[in-house]
């Protein structure tokens, strides 16, 4: 089986220490560690140096190496957040969520997977607007998900016929719901629209990090409550009434399908003789959109 | 060798890297095409359109996974997610052979998403050739390692990279995926002669070979695959093709990317070498 390997573990360590410290502002590598110590005496420790360059310059094209990358990857990720906080505040927030959440997945689809939240904590870096850049952020992790997420079977036209108030369902995995103050859904189609090309895809070659000029823009305000969601392979965000929301809210966090209609209508204007009809209508299009599931064991 | 056990004894020509770009193309005209190599992490999710994809291409083509984050050389363990799911997709692709990087690149579960270099130590030899035969074992295909570009060496290293990348295949009994545009760059970077190189490679475990473009800085070179091949790693090429055979060859073209027809044109330039090659053979 597999034995230890010391002395190249520690190397990696501070390799790794080394290439994912963050960089200066003009993207160069720090001349002192957060210990004041000297970078160049550290590389010149662990890196042999060559006719043409010093240890501490090999050292640099990786650190820059690793952050161009994962600056590129984040940006691609997340254009609506940068459009609402606009460039300059949207490097500074980048910079600190990746040195506060560096990459623990294989894979750099995941890399935003804990923005939300650290933006949640961090309010300050989404200002001016930080509950419209919280919404943004989720919208555009939500489009992240909807896009590879599982497709399970769909619930089947006899499954629901069998369906009574203990009932339970679970949704599709890819399904995301979404609510928000204003209308980031409209903007982020807009600034995609705007963006429409190149889509790079992962490789070992050096991503170039391109910094484009945009000024903040503002979402319209408004409460909205939608289905972020894959047909057919692509995401779509279908904006959703209040009571289908509460009612896939209230389904999703593992309710009865009773309860779950009592949910939906808890702070619905509807009249009550209309909400039978309107609980059938709201079925017939969950169905029709293969968004039910039977859950899986582990579910309940 | 051509075909060996390290390909799975195939005998695939000249192949490109599938990507993103090119899909529609591809799905449209349906290009002749050898084969595709496919980055795997692009397609280890749970689904839609790049699974999608890749089964519209899977019914048309020979593909070939070639990964870039299973860090054979990181001293930690494999995680075992990452492992399933290479295998879910090794069962979907029906790769012959799988390929990933001689490099390290996580550490304490922090992943960099780079190729990073390796210190040339027994130490790290070991240890290396230890997760590929877990690998191997685990995923039940043959593994070729691919000698990565690198910046910077160690102190700490008691040998080349030649004689590293031996101990390493040796150890581990598993293949080379041999990049001669690495050799090249890395060459030019820590001033060695790239010939040595080539003429120190194992030729029977060779799987396959890499062939890109690269960019000249004023104080190094970079791996960018941006560009046509260039020159000085043709004629690498044509050394590594006289010593191992006419092997699987894939060109690799990752940025600036341009036409389906002009990467591939720029990649068939190969079978220039891999024809004559075939003829000495047959002729001896
Ligand atoms: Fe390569």
Redesign the interface.
């Known amino acids: 089986m597999?034995?230890d390997?010391p002395?190249?573990?520690a190397?990696?360590?501070r390799?790794?220490a080394a290439?994912?410290r963050p960089l200066t502002r003009d993207e160069q590598m720090r001349r002192r560690d957060e210990n004041n110590r000297s970078i160049a005496d550290e590389a010149d420790?662990?890196?042999?140096p060559?006719?043409?360059?010093s240890?501490f310059?090999?050292?640099e094209?990786?650190n820059r190496?690793?952050w161009f990358?994962?600056f590129s990857?984040f940006e691609e990720d997340f254009p609506g957040l940068r459009s609402i906080v606009g460039t300059k505040r949207f490097e500074r927030l980048m910079r600190a969520y990746l040195h506060a959440h560096?990459?623990?997945?294989?894979?750099?689809?995941n890399l935003g997977s804990s923005l939300v939240s650290w933006l949640t904590e961090n309010r300050e870096y989404g200002a001016p607007d930080t509950d419209a850049a919280i919404a943004m952020a989720a919208l555009e992790w939500a489009h992240i998900e909807a896009?590879?997420?599982?497709?399970r079977p769909a619930l089947t036209a006899e499954e629901a016929a069998a369906l009574d108030d203990n009932s339970r369902l679970a949704l599709q995995?890819?399904l995301r719901l979404f609510e928000a103050s204003c209308a980031v859904d409209d903007a982020l189609i807009a600034v995609r629209e705007a963006s429409a090309g190149?889509?790079?895809?992962?490789?070992?070659?050096?991503?170039?990090h391109l910094v484009r000029r945009t000024r903040s823009l503002k979402p319209a305000p408004g409460q909205i409550y939608l289905a972020v969601h894959?047909h057919e392979?692509?995401v779509y965000y279908k904006r959703l009434a209040l009571e289908d929301y509460s009612l896939l809210r209230a389904l999703e966090s593992g309710v009865s399908l009773g309860d779950a209609i009592e949910a939906a209508f808890q702070q619905s204007a509807i009249a009550e003789e209309d909400r039978p009809a309107h609980i059938q209508s709201a079925f017939h299009y969950l169905m029709q959109m293969g968004w039910l599931c039977t859950p899986k064991e582990n579910d309940l | 060798m051509p075909a060996n056990r390290f390909n799975a004894f195939t005998e695939y020509g000249v192949g490109i890297g599938l990507r993103v770009p090119h899909y529609r193309h591809i799905l449209e005209k349906k290009p002749v095409v050898d084969w595709f190599e496919i980055i795997s992490e692009n397609y280890m999710v749970d689904s839609g359109r790049p699974l999608t994809v890749l089964d519209q291409i899977l019914d048309q083509y020979r593909v070939v996974q070639h990964g870039v984050s299973m860090y054979f050389g990181s001293a930690e363990p494999f995680s075992r997610e990452h492992m399933r799911r290479i295998k879910d997709l090794v069962r979907r692709t029906r790769t012959p052979w799988l390929s990933d990087h001689l490099c390290w690149g996580s550490v304490d579960g922090t992943y960099t998403h780079d190729l990073l270099p390796m210190p040339y130590t027994f130490e790290a030899a070991r240890r290396t050739a230890e997760k590929i035969r877990e690998a191997q074992d685990f995923l039940e295909i043959p593994i070729a390692v691919e000698n990565v570009s690198s910046y910077a060496e160690f102190h700490i290293s008691q040998m080349t990279e030649w004689e590293f990348l031996n101990e390493v295949v040796e150890q581990a009994d598993c293949g080379i995926l041999l990049d001669v545009n690495n050799i090249y760059v890395s060459s030019q970077n820590h001033n060695f002669d790239p010939k040595d190189y080539i003429e120190a490679v194992p030729a029977d475990r060779v799987a396959q070979i890499h062939i890109a473009g690269h960019s000249k800085f004023e104080k190094y070179i970079l791996d960018t695959h941006d560009h046509p091949v260039l020159d000085p790693v043709w004629a690498l090429y044509a050394r590594a093709i006289e010593r191992c055979g006419p092997t699987a060859t894939l060109l690799e073209w990752d940025d600036s990317i341009p036409t389906f027809d002009e990467v591939h044109a720029e990649a068939l330039k190969a079978n220039r070498y891999l024809n004559s090659q075939a003829a000495l053979a047959e002729s001896a």
Do not use: C, G
């Open positions: 597999t034995t390997a002395e190249l573990l190397l990696q360590r390799m790794a290439v994912m420790d662990f890196i042999k060559n006719d043409r360059l240890s310059e090999r050292l094209i990786y190496q690793y990358r994962l990857s560096p990459s623990s997945s294989f894979t750099l689809r896009f590879d997420n599982e497709q995995p890819y190149a889509s790079a895809q992962a490789s070992n070659a050096v991503a170039i894959r392979d692509s």
